[in-house]
């Protein structure tokens, strides 16, 4: 089949979503390794796969002259719940032009809201982890069957009623996983402000995080694998999945002959212990490439973080949310304020940026002190980056059922937010628009603070990166 993966443009007028984490509109683009991974899964299958992305061509009008002229046998999209409504309207577009071609959905977006995203009767949704259904849909598809057998589907019934097929077992051999298919990007270069220099590409060592965070959706594919496995399991955490050092070096010598020189690791707890740490630092040392990663504030310890700085990592994202300790027990953080000090002191020990990621509103103790009280704390740490976001009570999460239960959503249910901006929660001690006050106070605090500026500047290599980050953190500010 001729398959094509679309990231279709943006029809609801505001800044379109990223689809990698899933919860934010773009403040720089982000390569989805989610989706080239299933990409290459059909490819090594035998379809003739394309990835076209009309967020990219800056005109919506590229979307429909593509659909006119194109003759593909089903179109894929990446759906999050910021994209859903706009996902929809894309439907509408492809439609007109091909009104029985196949169109598949993936993500969290048609996993949590099937019978909205179920367009019509020549629309599947790939529920939870997409890559081995997607391998048996599309074998139905091609074959003109309908997929009653395929796990992981849902799909229109002869009655016209949604029906939704059993869950899929996760993939936890990883390794069998062929790397992603970056080459449909077509030479499109990418660029992370945290890095600073490039060809710049991501890739992940493992899936999903043990954690029991009550608000937490690390990325989108996890979000996708978490709301997918609570359907038979409620209550529990899906099985970590992770991939051989083997088969991550393999895949690091080849972005290296290709010439990437910055990876970013997507995966959403990057540091377990020490050997696997050793191995993974080992590997881009031999490489001389620049990466980052994200890590829990209890996983640094010192021999880590000495392996981190002698091995090129540039950034360590670190989820603090709160410097509140009872905050931070409210949201089952697992953590404490000493773990965070003790983490930012090893890190710049050993002369590894630290970016820390704050959440507003993740508790109801949260309060204006609370969040002021935490820009204080953060200033004061002396960090590369501060990243505040206002918590969403994604529906899947404890947090949602703890809000909804106690009348905290605004207008009494979810609706998708970009957490770098808005709040949809009036708290017991503090409003939605006292929450978004506060983070624009605190971004333009942090960010335009001279301090940060300078630290910023010393570290760019060419005018082209610079520029780059600077166009990033005027989104991020004032878009």
């Not at 609801?12 to 990698?20: I, N």
């Not at 939704?164 to 790397?179: A, M, S, T, V, Y």
């Not at 010439?259 to 540091?271: E, K, S, V, W």
């Not at 820390?356 to 508790?363: A, E, H, P, Q, R």
Request: glycine share 6%.
């Amino acid at each position: 089949m001729k398959l094509t993966f679309l990231i279709p443009p943006c029809y609801d007028h505001k800044q379109p979503a990223e689809r990698s984490a899933g919860c934010t509109r773009i403040v720089y683009p982000m390569i989805n390794i989610y989706e080239l991974t299933a990409a290459a899964v059909l490819r090594e299958a035998g379809h003739d796969v394309d990835y076209k992305d009309f967020v990219a061509e800056g005109k919506p009008e590229a979307f429909d002259r593509f659909l006119e002229r194109d003759n593909s046998d089903a179109y894929l999209i990446w759906s999050v719940n910021l994209s859903l409504d706009s996902d929809l309207k894309a439907i509408e577009h492809i439609r007109s032009c091909h009104p029985d071609t196949p169109v598949i959905l993936m993500g969290p977006a048609p996993t949590y809201y099937s019978k909205r995203a179920l367009y019509d009767v020549n629309t599947y949704l790939v529920r939870g982890e997409p890559e081995l259904t997607l391998l048996e849909l599309t074998d139905c598809l091609a074959h003109g069957e309908r997929p009653t057998e395929v796990k992981g589907v849902t799909f229109t019934g002869a009655d016209g009623k949604p029906v939704n097929n059993p869950p899929r077992k996760l993939n936890l051999d990883l390794d069998k996983l062929p790397f992603p298919a970056r080459d449909l990007l077509k030479g499109r270069q990418y660029h992370n402000p945290k890095l600073k220099t490039g060809p710049y590409t991501t890739m992940f060592t493992s899936r999903n995080c043990p954690f029991h965070c009550i608000y937490c959706v690390p990325s989108s594919l996890t979000f996708a694998r978490e709301i997918e496995f609570h359907r038979e399991h409620p209550g529990r955490k899906p099985t970590i999945g992770f991939r051989s050092l083997e088969s991550v070096e393999k895949e690091v010598d080849m972005l290296a002959a290709e010439g990437y020189r910055a990876i970013g690791f997507m995966d959403d707890n990057f540091i377990w212990n020490e050997e696997r740490t050793a191995g993974i630092c080992r590997i881009m040392r031999k490489h001389g490439i620049v990466w980052g990663c994200q890590a829990r504030a209890d996983a640094i310890t010192e021999p880590i973080a000495k392996m981190l700085g002698e091995s090129g990592c540039k950034y360590v994202d670190i989820g603090i949310e709160s410097f509140n300790q009872a905050i931070l027990e409210y949201v089952k953080k697992g953590i404490t304020r000493d773990d965070i000090y003790r983490s930012v002191r090893l890190l710049k020990k050993y002369n590894v940026p630290v970016k820390l990621n704050v959440l507003i509103g993740s508790s109801p103790l949260e309060t204006r002190e609370t969040v002021l009280q935490t820009l204080r704390e953060a200033k004061k740490l002396d960090v590369d980056q501060v990243m505040f976001n206002i918590v969403s009570p994604f529906p899947g999460t404890v947090y949602y059922e703890i809000c909804k239960k106690n009348g905290w959503i605004k207008g009494g249910e979810y609706k998708p937010t970009d957490v770098q901006r808005e709040s949809i929660l009036n708290l017991p001690q503090i409003s939605a628009e006292e929450m978004e006050r506060l983070l624009f106070r605190n971004n333009l605090s942090f960010f335009l603070s001279p301090r940060f500026i300078w630290k910023q500047i010393r570290r760019f290599r060419r005018p082209g990166e610079f520029l780059a980050s600077a166009r990033a953190l005027k989104i991020k500010l004032f878009h």
